[in-house]
């Protein structure tokens, strides 16, 4: 897009700046050689009014005490969660949560007990089910259904069933699907809601990845589908994935049902767990006010990586093929035709290929024999990996 206000092709060197993504590879991949495309954060510079709204605060005021909440940070998000996703609510319904994965942690212990049951649906975001085993509560697993055209499902009968039989406490929905990248239609979470109200299920709806829908699709917070959903939901969300900010940890959790709100927020604010620091506020603030405009292009920059993906994989790569996603920076490849055994195909991508993608078996059932590929970075990075995939892959035979 020639009269793109924002760059997403410069190539910004990460190594040695603390990153995961970068500074991990010895320890994900056994080698430091390889071309990272795993962890879920942007190879792309923030929108420049976050870094400036960082700046000025940290140059400019040379005192980092405890803070109250920032003048219009509330008001920021409210706004943001209305006009993008036509999801309401007050102040009073919403509190601060510092990291979603965190923040499923403390949904969990607050709404759960040891030995309860958890419902979650993979292949899906593997941290769901390391906190619940390791909270001491048990997972059920309601694993996604393929559909003839290649995409997923959720499976509404065997939720049912589960819920009949298993008496799980809580859901997790993750709405958006990491990975996959599944935008759950309206009525899909309609009947999920419905469901939780009838067997008494907490629902934690994780929408981290909403404001990252893909042409010809939008994001439907959970609480917006019906009464039922307002009854039973959890919702939490954060401008980190959405403004590549996940380092700064900001995150917020809304919910309608005072019955639910009342006591985890109370929970919440007594463990120390509910006050935001300066510098989270500063860039939620910055990214929700000012931000609309880089997150437009950034998301045709993604949407564009992807089709060149789905194309090069299509025509240069026999035996993967790229599932499109709705939503978010994650392409799931299907390398099932490739007929590799699960440690051959890991060899391939890290060892000939070296490139450095998220095995898709970590992500549960059915995700072996699939990998999971982050294409926020600049095209040419993404290119540079795809030829060396199809190397490899050439040089298999
Ligand atoms: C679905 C989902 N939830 C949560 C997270 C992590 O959130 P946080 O960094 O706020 O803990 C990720 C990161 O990839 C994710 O994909």
């Not at 909440?69 to 102040?91: A, K, V």
């Not at 499923?104 to 040891?114: D, E, I, K, S």
């Not at 990975?179 to 934690?204: C, H, M, N, S, T």
Request: overall charge negative.
């Amino acid at each position: 897009m020639e009269n793109r206000k924002y760059d997403f092709d410069s190539v910004i060197d990460r190594r040695g700046t603390s990153s995961v993504m970068f500074d991990m590879c010895q320890e994900m991949f056994g080698r430091d050689d390889v071309l990272p495309l795993w962890v879920a954060d942007m190879g792309f510079a923030v929108c420049p009014e976050i870094t400036q709204a960082l700046a000025e605060r940290v140059t400019q005021h040379p005192i980092y005490g405890y803070s109250v909440p920032l003048e219009g940070y509330w008001q920021s998000i409210i706004d943001w969660q209305r006009e993008r996703n036509g999801l309401e609510f007050s102040q009073d319904e919403a509190c601060f949560i510092g990291g979603i994965v965190n923040g499923f942690g403390l949904a969990l212990n607050h709404f759960t007990r040891p030995g309860d049951k958890v419902i979650i649906q993979e292949p899906v975001y593997h941290p769901f089910r390391m906190l619940i085993t390791g909270n001491n509560r048990m997972v059920v697993n309601n694993a996604l259904k393929r559909t003839d055209d290649g995409f997923y499902e959720m499976d509404l009968e065997g939720l049912e069933r589960i819920m009949e039989q298993e008496r799980p406490r809580m859901m997790v929905l993750c709405n958006p699907h990491n990975p996959i990248g599944i935008a759950w239609p309206a009525e899909v979470q309609r009947e999920v809601a419905a469901l939780a109200r009838k067997y008494d299920v907490v629902v934690f709806s994780d929408e981290i990845h909403g404001d990252l829908t893909l042409k010809g699709h939008h994001h439907t917070s959970f609480l917006t589908v019906s009464d039922d959903a307002r009854a039973v939901g959890v919702v939490m969300g954060a401008p980190s994935k959405t403004f590549n900010i996940a380092g700064i940890v900001s995150s917020w959790c809304v919910v309608k049902n005072p019955e639910l709100r009342k006591p985890f927020f109370n929970w919440l604010t007594t463990n120390g767990q509910s006050a935001p620091n300066f510098l989270s506020m500063t860039a939620t603030r910055a990214a929700y006010r000012h931000g609309g405009e880089w997150l437009t292009q950034c998301l045709e920059y993604i949407e564009d990586n992807i089709d060149m993906v789905v194309d090069y994989c299509r025509e240069h790569i026999p035996g993967i093929t790229a599932i499109k996603p709705q939503a978010s920076f994650l392409v799931w490849l299907d390398c099932t035709g490739l007929g590799l055994e699960h440690d051959a195909l890991i060899d391939l991508f890290v060892n000939k290929a070296r490139i450095g993608l998220n095995d898709g078996a970590m992500f549960g059932k059915g995700g072996s024999g699939f990998m999971r590929l982050n294409v926020a970075v600049p095209r040419s990075v993404l290119r540079q990996g795809m030829e060396q995939l199809a190397a490899a892959v050439a040089a298999l035979k």
